[in-house]
């Protein structure tokens, strides 16, 4: 078993999982951000990916109009030149064309993963060969490499998603996991409604990640 995190050194992580079977490996997290933001034209894949939602699905979409404004305020007009300005226009306008096509929106995926997906994984899998990944989001961050990179070698990915608002606030996902547990059928059908999962992946299973509270 290979736990790999941020935290490699914490000793709740050392008290839960260690033993002689288990591998606690480190995640490059400083990797990941500057592999993210190397090239205007990755930072904007990214951003019009997580600006996107699948738009006829009826959901009224405060979250994305919230992003949208906050990325907004991170990027004033006032203080951009005009190639700035049609810069972040374009990341802006993007999210509206994809919305309404999920034709596009594979595509888009498919393409940031063949131009950018294949910087931080290849190390982990390469060395430690898994039969099968368990990851906590539907593919963010390091999650969609590491997604992209078991499509890629043929290695199941299950995801067990972490937290109650995931499936209406992170924006479309990097990558197509295998089969998903949700915590309930609300969500199982917001992942097929507004981030396109296929609900034959989607398994209602709770929790499972709470289930140590309940267990003492």
């Not at 190397?38 to 009224?60: A, E, I, Q």
């Not at 999920?102 to 294949?118: A, K, M, N, P, T």
Request: proline share 6%.
């Amino acid at each position: 078993l290979v736990v790999a995190t941020h935290h490699p050194r914490s000793p709740e992580l050392e008290a839960q999982y260690g033993a002689p079977n288990v591998v606690i490996e480190e995640l490059d997290m400083s990797a990941l951000r500057q592999s993210q933001t190397k090239s205007k034209l990755r930072y904007l894949m990214r951003m019009v990916r997580l600006l996107t939602y699948n738009m006829r699905s009826g959901y009224p979409l405060n979250a994305r109009r919230f992003m949208a404004y906050e990325f907004r305020c991170e990027h004033p007009w006032s203080r951009m030149r005009v190639t700035g300005k049609l810069y972040i226009a374009t990341i802006l306008f993007l999210p509206h064309v994809l919305g309404r096509s999920r034709l596009l929106r594979r595509v888009w995926v498919w393409l940031e993963d063949r131009f950018y997906g294949r910087d931080t994984q290849e190390r982990l899998f390469s060395r430690y060969r898994p039969d099968m990944v368990l990851i906590s989001s539907l593919g963010y961050g390091f999650d969609e490499q590491l997604i992209n990179e078991s499509g890629r070698r043929r290695v199941p990915v299950v995801t067990a998603i972490q937290s109650w608002d995931n499936t209406t606030t992170w924006g479309y996902p990097g990558g197509t996991p295998d089969h998903v547990i949700a915590w309930s059928d609300v969500m199982r059908r917001e992942a097929r409604d507004l981030l396109d999962v296929d609900p034959a992946r989607v398994f209602v299973g709770g929790v499972p990640h709470w289930d140590n509270y309940f267990d003492g």
